[in-house]
Each structure stands twice: as C-alpha cells, then as structure tokens.
C-alpha cells in the first residue's frame, strides 16, 4: 500500500482550510471524497506513533504552562498523549508532536473542546498557555494541555439498556452542541473520515479469509451502492467522528467524551453509526442492542427520514471501515497489533449480526428505535 502513496501539496490537503463550506450539500463531501485526500490520510496512518519522550513532555509543561508534575505517558496511535498529575491534585493531558500535520489536528481539538463547555455532558477543559494561546508551536513540536475527566470509560462497563439510553443522550447533546462549532482545519486528511470509505477496499488483501472478508466485502458494497450516493444530502457539521467505548467516559451524573483527534466535518449521523456500530452484541435484539442508544440519540436529536433510512448502512460500513484499517495497520506495526486490534472483534461480531438485515428491516429497525420510550 505505502508504494502507491503520492505526494500531494498543502493546497491539495487543505492544511489551512476552515469550515466555510460547512452546511453546504455538496461541497464537505467533494472536499474529502478526493484521490488526493485519501492518499494523504493513508500517508498518515502508515507513519510510525511519535516515541515517548517524556522529558520533553516535562520541558514543554514547564515552558508553556509554568507546570511541574510526575508525567507517564499513555498508549496512543498517533499523536503522543501523557497524563500529567500535579502537586496540587490535578490531573492533566498533554497531547503532543513532532508531526507536521499535528499542528493542523491540535488547532482542531483545541479549538473544537475550548467551545464544548456546560452543553449537558462533560468534555475536558484545555488549558490555555503562559500567553493566553489555546495550543503551542516550538522546534518543530506541537501541542495542547486539557484536564482529564474522572470515571470509567464505557468500554469497562456493562451496557445496560438505561446505560446505553443515557450515552445516547449524551451523544445527541454532543452534536447539537458541535453544530455550532466552526475550529479551523476541518477537512484535514483523516482516513476515518467517511469520505474514504469507497477506497478502503484497497486493504482487502489483509484481511482474514472467510466470513468476516465475505461480510465486510458485502457491506461495504451496499454502501457504495446505496448509501454513498446519498451521502451529500444528509446534514453535514463538525462531529466527533470516533465517539467509541474507549472515548466515552461515565461519571456518577454525567457522560463525557474525549479524544476529539478524528473531528472533522461529515455527516450528524456518523457519530451516532460509530457509536452504534460498537454496541451490536445481542443477536436476539432488531439492531443488536445498538437500538437503546439510538433511541436516547434520537430522543434529544431526531433523525430525519434519510437518517434513519441509511445508519444501518452506516454503521456496517462503519464496522468494516474498522475491520479493514486496523488489519492493514496491524501489518504495518505488529508490534502495536494489540492496541491497534482493540476494536476489531467487537466490529466483526456486530458486523455479523447486522449482516442479515435488508435495508426495508434495517430502516424499520431505526425506526422502531427512535420510538422506543426511555427503559
């Protein structure tokens, strides 16, 4: 894969571009449905992870935040994260790297989460720097400081019908709140990004043989087939883009989201289909459990008649989106095989239970979903 990358220039990446064309039909999706635009994001994922280098993680706190604390840094993909615990008691997270593409990323997130405040669930606070700025720029390395919320993520915790009612409350409230959010370097290259779905086919050849390279090849066909083409009619605005049990904290009276490092413009509906898309577990139920968490979603943000007629579509391509990067990136680093897998077996189980569904059940399901009363 890494042989057919090409070069592409900052003007064709758009590396200062802003949300200008948000709220436009057909102008988000023609900006990240590029040839250019999915080279670059491949480029990206197929760079090794920044080195942990927390001395510089402890020069950098102490330069720009005038903060001195114990520092242990965190198992990330891409950009280096590390948890900062101060004498005070407060803990922290700096996100930094020596990527030039970072810069883009870190004015996205810091921007994106200095605009999330008191909206009814909980984000981390960024901590602006010694001169007032949201992120910094130094040497060649980039960075942002934010608070880290208290709790448990998602992921440790039993997925209750109220549990997951309650997170899709949460989620609905995040995007109402995101429509409203206009960061800059919206439509930088990120291979999670919707728009790259059509070409993830690319990275077949690393998937396993047998049902989940057959489910993953049907689903992703129906949504070239059905969903895609519709794409640009949905309603279009800044989003999460990765709202999965790892980035969804539960606190004792409120949920939380974190790791805003996927943001992007796409379509509303793509959070709640990768929310969704990690909640399929229970082949007994019409959408596998996911139905709970749509129901809360829908209860604060309702779906709009297209929305509902194509999730299911979205969510299984969502899963075989999942499926494809992290086999593909698992090649590429075996080493972080474990970490980049984290996903995958949850994605192929919910990928094979939604596989029997037609899209008149799928959308009867949404629909019967977004009805339910609260459990």
């Given at each position: 894969?890494?042989?057919?990358?090409?070069?592409?220039?900052?003007?064709?990446?758009?590396?200062?571009?802003?949300?200008?064309?948000?709220?436009?039909?057909?102008?988000?999706?023609?900006?990240?449905?590029?040839?250019?635009?999915?080279?670059?994001?491949?480029?990206?994922?197929?760079?090794?992870?920044?080195?942990?280098?927390?001395?510089?993680?402890?020069?950098?706190?102490?330069?720009?935040?005038?903060?001195e604390g114990s520092i242990v840094v965190l198992s990330s993909e891409v950009e280096r994260t590390a948890?900062?615990?101060?004498?005070?008691?407060?803990?922290?997270?700096?996100?930094?790297?020596?990527?030039?593409?970072?810069?883009?990323?870190?004015?996205?997130?810091?921007?994106?989460?200095?605009?999330?405040?008191?909206?009814?669930?909980?984000?981390?606070?960024?901590?602006?720097?010694?001169?007032?700025?949201?992120?910094?720029?130094?040497?060649?390395?980039?960075?942002?400081?934010?608070?880290?919320?208290?709790?448990?993520?998602?992921?440790?915790?039993?997925?209750?019908?109220?549990?997951?009612?309650?997170?899709?409350?949460?989620?609905?409230?995040?995007?109402?709140?995101?429509?409203?959010?206009?960061?800059?370097?919206?439509?930088?290259?990120?291979?999670?990004?919707?728009?790259?779905?059509?070409?993830?086919?690319?990275?077949?050849?690393?998937?396993?043989?047998?049902?989940?390279?057959?489910?993953?090849?049907?689903?992703?066909?129906?949504?070239?087939?059905?969903?895609?083409?519709?794409?640009?009619?949905?309603?279009?605005?800044?989003?999460?883009?990765?709202?999965?049990?790892?980035?969804?904290?539960?606190?004792?009276?409120?949920?939380?989201?974190?790791?805003?490092?996927?943001?992007?413009?796409s379509p509303r509906i793509q959070d709640l289909a990768i929310a969704a898309s990690h909640v399929v577990?229970?082949?007994?139920?019409?959408?596998?459990?996911?139905?709970?968490?749509?129901?809360?979603?829908?209860?604060?943000?309702?779906?709009?008649?297209?929305?509902?007629?194509?999730?299911?579509?979205?969510?299984?391509?969502?899963?075989?989106?999942?499926?494809?990067?992290?086999?593909?990136?698992?090649?590429?680093?075996?080493?972080?095989?474990?970490?980049?897998?984290?996903?995958?077996?949850?994605?192929?189980?919910?990928?094979?239970?939604?596989?029997?569904?037609?899209?008149?059940?799928?959308?009867?399901?949404?629909?019967?979903?977004?009805?339910?009363?609260?459990?």
């Amino acid at each position: 894969m890494g042989d057919r990358i090409d070069a592409v220039s900052d003007r064709e990446l758009g590396r200062d571009n802003s949300s200008a064309a948000m709220g436009s039909s057909n102008q988000p999706f023609a900006e990240v449905s590029t040839e250019a635009y999915f080279r670059a994001a491949v480029a990206i994922l197929s760079t090794p992870p920044d080195a942990a280098e927390p001395d510089i993680s402890a020069t950098l706190l102490k330069r720009y935040y005038g903060l001195e604390g114990s520092i242990v840094v965190l198992s990330s993909e891409v950009e280096r994260t590390a948890a900062v615990s101060l004498s005070d008691g407060r803990q922290l997270i700096l996100k930094t790297s020596a990527r030039r593409e970072a810069i883009n990323s870190f004015r996205f997130q810091s921007s994106a989460l200095a605009a999330l405040q008191g909206q009814g669930f909980a984000a981390p606070k960024v901590i602006r720097t010694s001169g007032g700025a949201l992120m910094f720029e130094v040497e060649g390395i980039s960075g942002y400081l934010q608070t880290r919320l208290e709790g448990v993520s998602l992921h440790k915790e039993i997925p209750t019908p109220d549990l997951l009612f309650r997170t899709g409350i949460a989620l609905g409230r995040l995007d109402l709140a995101l429509a409203q959010v206009k960061p800059p370097a919206a439509y930088r290259p990120i291979l999670w990004h919707v728009g790259c779905w059509s070409r993830l086919m690319e990275l077949e050849e690393y998937l396993p043989a047998g049902s989940v390279a057959k489910c993953v090849k049907t689903a992703m066909a129906e949504y070239m087939s059905f969903v895609e083409p519709q794409i640009k009619s949905l309603d279009w605005q800044v989003t999460h883009n990765d709202p999965s049990p790892f980035n969804i904290i539960v606190a004792d009276q409120s949920l939380g989201f974190i790791d805003f490092g996927d943001g992007c413009c796409s379509p509303r509906i793509q959070d709640l289909a990768i929310a969704a898309s990690h909640v399929v577990t229970d082949p007994t139920l019409p959408l596998g459990g996911a139905d709970h968490l749509i129901s809360g979603y829908a209860a604060v943000a309702p779906l709009s008649a297209l929305e509902a007629k194509l999730l299911v579509g979205l969510i299984r391509a969502r899963q075989s989106a999942l499926i494809l990067i992290n086999y593909w990136r698992s090649s590429l680093f075996p080493a972080d095989a474990q970490y980049i897998k984290k996903n995958v077996a949850r994605a192929e189980r919910g990928l094979a239970i939604l596989a029997p569904l037609s899209t008149a059940s799928g959308e009867a399901a949404v629909l019967a979903a977004t009805a339910r009363p609260s459990p």
